[in-house]
């Protein structure tokens, strides 16, 4: 009874996770490659948090200028901003100082992202 009472224990231990994932900081300026059905692009973003999970910013790339808003919950980012009335949103993730995922463009297609945090 005892033996089974530990294997229970221990596979109850195994279910929880041994750290709490934390909420990850994303300001700062973004040097993204972008890969889209109009081709390749290196788009910057540059971030800022609203609070912990709201951000602002603005973007800047072959689309042209625009203002950006944004969430981050945990390691989980989605950034969106119109450009010639067209949204356009970034879904990805974010690991330390890189960020990859996949874009929405309007009517235009998807495409996918990666980048990097400037130091």
């Known amino acids: 009874m005892k033996t089974r009472l530990l294997l229970i224990g221990l596979m109850l231990m195994a279910l929880v996770p041994t750290h709490a994932q934390k ?3 994303v300001k700062g300026t973004w040097n993204m490659e972008v890969e889209s059905p109009m081709g390749k692009g290196t788009p910057v973003f540059v971030l800022n948090h ?5 951000l602002d910013g603005t973007y800047k790339g072959r689309l ?8 981050v919950k945990l390691n989980v980012v989605h950034l969106e901003f119109t450009i010639s009335g067209g949204l356009i949103e970034y879904d990805g993730t974010v690991d330390g100082d890189t960020m990859k995922g996949k874009i929405k463009f309007s009517t235009m297609g998807d495409g996918t992202f990666s ?4 130091k």
């Not at 980048?115 to 400037?118: C, S």
Request: no cysteine; net charge positive.
């Open 23 to 25: 909420q990850v900081n």
């Open 50 to 54: 609203v609070n912990e999970t709201t």
């Open 64 to 71: 042209g200028e625009a203002p950006v808003k944004g969430t």
């Open 115 to 118: 980048g990097t945090r400037k």
